[in-house]
């Protein structure tokens, strides 16, 4: 089987005319391209203001501090308890306190579980749609009013989808998109891009105030060139890199610095434009190999299913949730070897019994399979088949659930 490679962006001529003139013009930084793409994003979504910044996380970040500004007394955030680490990070390093409360089969936030996390400290409820499936947000937007707490809407993972004739990243008090390797529009690797999407005047006057105070990103070459050579070229480069990587660990200074704050560079806007230029036929594409998936996966036996298939629904990637006792390191290992790339779910950073329960399970059971554009229906049917083997080789008996613990312990 051809190499089989996760569902990072594809690039065609438009970028990389976008990319060479942007470096050629000497028009990396600043620009015309920054506005236009707050423009273009605002009609998409429409909406009367989007700010556009560096990233997901500067975006959060912005937004978290007017909303500190606006409630002093008020230090807790409650975030789902499956969620990309970045969000901890930016709430944790405001000096914000984040309350993990569970998520629901479809991998989003559950909003009972939300519910019973508000308290007198509660400044904000982070609301994400996990691999671009749209989270309840409209039960969201009443517990939030209801308990006079902020409601943000992280829609991150996906762009220009709609839930109730609404888009997502519209909702609450303010939202958050990013164009990072692994969202739907793509410019380059984390620091690539994000943008703010708020229209509570209150919030939009702090925010804008502090945006247009930014620099502009400084055009992430060095990102950029990581991110084609990681991901766009991965089939080729991937054993390389993976040399590469290990040698640097024994150098000082081998990590790259921490992102700051900014607003996006001209560069990462032009690319940024390009990519919204295909969304739809991005779009299309994901869909069909998601139904093929779907089919596979049933045809293949009931080896694993994906939690949050629904046929139409755009998902930015294919997440399949194994039974278990299934060994997903050796599955994954085994996949390798024959040339299938995959991912697993995000490590679920936030312990602690009450806010938890069965997160770690969820997580641990999650595998990312790939979804390329040119991948075709044979491509996927064979990906199952063979995730379908490796994985009923690798499965241990389950012991009986007594409790948490035994449970557990089934993946370690
Ligand atoms: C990736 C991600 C972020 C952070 O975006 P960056 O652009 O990488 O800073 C925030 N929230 C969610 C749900 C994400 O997946």
Not at 228 to 253: C, D, I, K, M
Not at 270 to 286: D, G, T, V
């Amino acid at each position: 089987m051809s190499y089989q490679r996760l569902p990072y962006t594809k690039w065609g001529w438009a970028e990389l005319r976008a990319e060479l003139a942007a470096t050629l013009c000497g028009r990396i930084r600043r620009s015309p391209a920054a506005r236009q793409l707050a423009d273009g994003l605002a009609k998409l979504l429409n909406v009367p203001h989007v700010l556009a910044v560096n990233s997901g996380r500067t975006a959060l970040r912005v937004g978290l501090e007017a909303l500190m500004q606006l409630r002093p007394g008020r230090n807790e955030v409650i975030v789902p308890a499956f969620i990309c680490p970045a969000v901890i990070e930016v709430v944790s390093s405001l000096g914000l306190l984040p309350l993990a409360a569970a998520v629901g089969p479809d991998l989003n936030f559950d909003p009972g579980a939300c519910v019973q996390r508000i308290g007198s400290r509660t400044l904000a409820i982070i609301v994400a749609d996990m691999y671009g499936c749209p989270a309840q947000i409209e039960a969201f937007e009443i517990i939030a009013s209801t308990a006079r707490v902020f409601l943000v809407d992280d829609a991150v993972q996906v762009v220009g989808e709609s839930a109730d004739g609404l888009m997502l990243g519209t909702f609450g008090d303010f939202g958050v998109l990013s164009f990072a390797q692994s969202k739907c529009v793509v410019t380059g690797e984390s620091g690539g891009g994000g943008a703010l999407i708020c229209h509570q005047n209150d919030i939009l006057s702090i925010v804008r105030e502090r945006v247009e105070a930014l620099a502009p990103a400084g055009g992430q070459l060095r990102a950029l060139t990581a991110f084609v050579w990681n991901y766009l070229l991965e089939s080729h480069t991937a054993s390389l890199s993976y040399r590469w990587q290990r040698l640097r660990q024994h150098f000082p200074g081998g990590r790259p610095p921490a992102l700051e704050p900014g607003r996006i560079s001209n560069l990462d806007a032009q690319l940024a434009l390009a990519q919204l230029n295909s969304l739809s036929q991005r779009r299309e594409q994901r869909l069909r190999i998601l139904g093929q998936d779907a089919h596979a996966l049933a045809s293949a036996g009931a080896s694993g299913h994906m939690p949050q298939f629904s046929r139409g629904r755009y998902l930015a990637r294919v997440m399949v949730s194994m039974p278990p006792g299934v060994d997903l390191e050796s599955c994954r290992r085994q996949l390798r070897q024959g040339s299938v790339c995959t991912r697993q779910g995000y490590p679920t950073p936030l312990g602690g019994p009450r806010s938890a329960k069965g997160m770690r399970e969820l997580a641990a059971s999650l595998i990312e399979l790939p979804a390329y554009a040119e991948m075709t229906a044979g491509d996927v049917a064979a990906v199952c088949q063979r995730l379908h083997r490796v994985a009923a080789a690798s499965r241990k008996p389950v012991p009986n659930r007594q409790d948490g613990d035994d449970h557990e312990q089934c993946y370690q």
